[in-house]
Nanobody
Framework: QVQLVESGGGLVQAGGSLRLSCAASGRTFSSVAMGWFRQAPGKEGEFVAAINWSGSRTYYSDSVKGRFTISRDNAKNTVYLQMNSLKPEDTAVYFC?????????????????WGQGTQVTVSA
């Protein structure tokens, strides 16, 4: 069982930055990949980024590549999402997610456990 708690959301102007954090509990955190997803009002959920268990590999959606950076600190059981050059279209609830088991390829990351989400609002 894994519990995930996101923090760090808020209101920011376009071009600004935010860093989201996801604190995880559960003894398997350091052995599994982690991911971030988002859902904007009236839209389907969207994959944002994923990172492998060690932090050596990352994968991003085309919409955030070059602007967002996912990282993790296994000693703190925490995964981060640094978001730079934010745009109004980045406005969404951001969710941290963990799989139920090993992830061989980040492109096929399958979320099983979810956090409660944190709101990110980017004003024009």
């Amino acid at each position: 069982q894994v519990q995930l708690v996101e923090s760090g959301g808020g209101l920011v102007q376009a071009g600004g930055s935010l860093r989201l954090s996801c604190a995880a509990s559960g003894r398997t955190f350091s052995s599994v990949a982690m991911g971030w997803f988002r859902q904007a009002p009236g839209k389907e959920g969207e994959f944002v980024a994923a990172i492998n268990w060690s932090g050596s590999r990352t994968y991003y959606s085309d919409s955030v590549k070059g602007r967002f950076t996912i990282s993790r600190d296994n000693a703190k059981n925490t995964v981060y999402l640094q978001m730079n050059s934010l745009k109004p279209e980045d406005t969404a609830v951001y969710f941290c997610a963990a799989p139920s088991g090993p992830t061989v390829y980040l492109v096929s990351f399958e979320p099983h456990y979810w956090g409660q989400g944190t709101q990110v609002t980017v004003s024009a």
